[in-house]
């Protein structure tokens, strides 16, 4: 477990904010300027080898935006490219899902898939200056999926979507310690943790819920309240000012806002844009959410695409309006978004969208 306690990180100053869509039934990525909400390209990532069934799931990007990293659920591997789309490195993983950096270290922490049938109970700990494999982290519980760093960078959590359980594990020592959450199945599917580090969100599909736990000890969450959601929340994401929790709900074709000040909960209008909103991140100055829409027919979880119904779609918001005001149209089955992280302090102005 030594190997989390990786070397800080230094890189140059930002580079110009790109949106990283992979696009799971393509083998491709869109890549999108969240400035002018244009689609700027598409990454073929069978030109590193791989091939039609690679499955891009997830993409995570450097906070400098100098490389993003996308995992290959069907082709066994996680990729590491430049913004221009040059590959930099990558390592083989069992079925990789969803990723998250450390904020100040070189590493970054990996999930798994449902893909596999029975997918590795690990997590993985991979060096991202050279994408070497570090570690895998027993986590005790089946079918780790969701995974977010505490912004102070102590705490990795990692939820199960098999078991009411959550994993923190310490990022230094390598402490695992588990959370059991009661009530009936609740299958975890994605976290993010509030900009102050005070709350960690989960989404809960099965009972179509978010779960939001006090993190008054980073490493002993605290069940506080549970909100009611749309059919099949996916994947949540915390504005810069922690006061409002934007969530995908997948089954529902609809977003879901929370209002953190007094826990209300409203339903974005229905839109032709949303067709399974699976992915979502927030825009680098804080003015917008943009989400990813499969678009396809089959389960929550069904890793094969089902039957595309047309291409998928990635959706700005502007948070302040909470209004719809760009659709992009991008590859078939748009999965985990990736965009270069947004500063905590947002620089447009309340409900501006520049």
């Excluded at 000012?241 to 974005?268: C, E, K, P």
């Excluded at 917008?288 to 089959?298: E, K």
């Amino acid at each position: 477990m030594a190997a989390l306690a990786a070397l800080g990180l230094a890189g140059p100053l930002p580079l110009r904010a790109q949106l990283y869509v992979p696009n799971q039934d393509d083998a491709t990525v869109s890549v999108i300027d969240p400035a002018t909400r244009r689609l700027l390209r598409t990454v073929d990532l069978r030109r590193y080898g791989v091939g039609d069934n690679a499955k891009p799931h997830h993409v995570q990007v450097e906070p400098d935006g100098s490389a993003w990293y996308v995992t290959l659920i069907g082709a066994g591997k996680v990729l590491k490219l430049d913004p221009g789309g040059r590959l930099l490195g990558s390592v083989a993983l069992e079925v990789p899902g969803l990723m998250a950096l450390h904020p100040a270290k070189d590493v970054m922490y990996v999930g798994r898939s449902m893909s596999a049938v029975n997918p590795p109970p690990r997590m993985a700990v991979i060096r991202r200056s050279d994408m070497k494999l570090l570690d895998e982290v027993d986590l005790l519980f089946p079918r780790p999926h969701g995974i977010v760093v505490h912004p102070a960078g102590d705490v990795v959590y990692v939820s199960s979507l098999g078991t009411n359980q959550i994993a923190t594990v310490g990022v230094d020592q390598g402490e695992l310690r588990l959370l059991t959450v009661p009530g009936m199945a609740h299958g975890f599917v994605q976290a993010a943790v509030s900009p102050d580090g005070r709350l960690l969100a989960v989404t809960a599909e099965l009972t179509d819920s978010l779960l939001v736990f006090d993190l008054a000890n980073p490493l002993v969450p605290k069940l506080a309240r549970s909100l009611p959601m749309p059919d099949g929340p996916f994947e949540p994401v915390f504005t810069p000012d922690g006061q409002s929790i934007f969530v995908t709900a997948l089954n529902a074709n609809r977003v879901a806002v929370v209002d953190t000040r007094d826990w209300s909960v409203s339903v974005l209008p229905e839109h032709a844009g949303f067709g399974q909103p699976h992915g979502i991140a927030l825009s680098p100055d804080g003015s917008r959410v943009f989400v990813g829409n499969r678009h396809q027919l089959g389960g929550v979880h069904d890793h094969a695409g089902g039957r595309p119904i047309g291409n998928g779609t990635v959706v700005a918001i502007c948070i302040g309006t909470r209004a719809v005001d760009t659709v992009v149209s991008v590859g078939r089955y748009a999965a985990g978004l990736g965009m270069t992280p947004a500063r905590r302090a947002a620089t447009a102005a309340p409900g501006s969208c520049p």
